[in-house]
């Protein structure tokens, strides 16, 4: 039971490439989130997703594309990858918690940095 | 918007009983609150979420006074491996109206032996 699985976990990108990063969970949930962390401002939303085809928007979602074709993954994608998008993303997932926020189990991180 | 406000560091000995505060002023009524610990290079891990009065679990308690503007996270006899950044989250799932997180920015604690 390997939980929330991110590929890749470093990877460096100059100004204007574009990057998929992959996150995967073996616990059936329902719901899936891409956060971003940044020093001393805690976590923050991107995007996340309800279930298998749909996807919302967060709290910071602009430069970020998602998608979930499939229940266990959750891609975050970057067409244009800019200096300001330099951070640690975590992707988490939980199961239907009614109108709480539920527990949130997240992945390692993937630090992206742009030049 | 809710906007969570808490200590930025704390030190303990082990032993000791820590209770870290977080402020939450503008917290809306379908808010829950919950603490998350996260160690290097690892993802948070959830601690305990309550919505008022207190909460216990296995591994601390969770106080929130009536008008649920602040909430205080509480560990029993801390250790030297419950060093971490604590982080405090105010938020609800609100069906149609979507999922919002408000994290704070974490406290730091280090304890001592």
């Known amino acids: 039971n390997a939980g929330v699985t991110q590929t890749p976990k470093f990877r460096v990108l100059k100004t204007g490439q574009s990057m998929t990063l992959l996150c995967a969970q073996d616990m059936n949930h329902e719901y899936m989130y891409w956060y971003r962390q940044d020093p001393g401002m805690g976590l923050r939303l991107i995007h996340y997703s309800v279930g298998e085809g749909t996807t919302a928007k967060g709290e910071v979602p602009d430069g970020y594309n998602v998608s979930r074709l499939k229940k266990q993954n959750f891609l975050l994608g970057l067409e244009s990858a800019a200096p300001s998008q330099t951070s640690v993303y975590f992707c988490?997932?939980?199961?239907?918690?009614?109108?709480?926020?539920?527990?949130?189990?997240f992945g390692e991180g993937s630090r992206l940095t742009v030049l | 918007l809710a906007k969570t406000t808490q200590p930025i560091s704390m030190d303990s000995y082990e032993g000791q009983e820590v209770n870290i505060t977080c402020s939450h002023n503008?917290?809306?009524?379908?808010?829950?609150i919950t603490w998350y610990q996260q160690f290097p290079s690892q993802g948070p891990r959830f601690i305990i979420q309550?919505?008022?009065t207190k909460v216990t679990n296995e591994v601390a308690s969770l106080f929130i006074p009536a008008d649920r503007k602040s909430s205080t996270l509480s560990l029993p006899r801390v250790s030297l491996s419950d060093t971490a950044v604590y982080y405090c989250?105010?938020?609800?799932?609100?069906?149609?109206?979507?999922?919002?997180?408000?994290f704070g920015a974490g406290t730091r604690l280090f304890v001592k032996a």
């Open positions: 503008n917290i809306a009524t379908n808010d829950y």
């Open positions: 988490a997932s939980s199961y239907d918690a009614g109108l709480s926020t539920g527990e949130l189990f």
């Open positions: 989250l105010v938020g609800a799932h609100l069906g149609t109206g979507g999922f919002k997180t408000i």
């Open positions: 309550g919505y008022k």
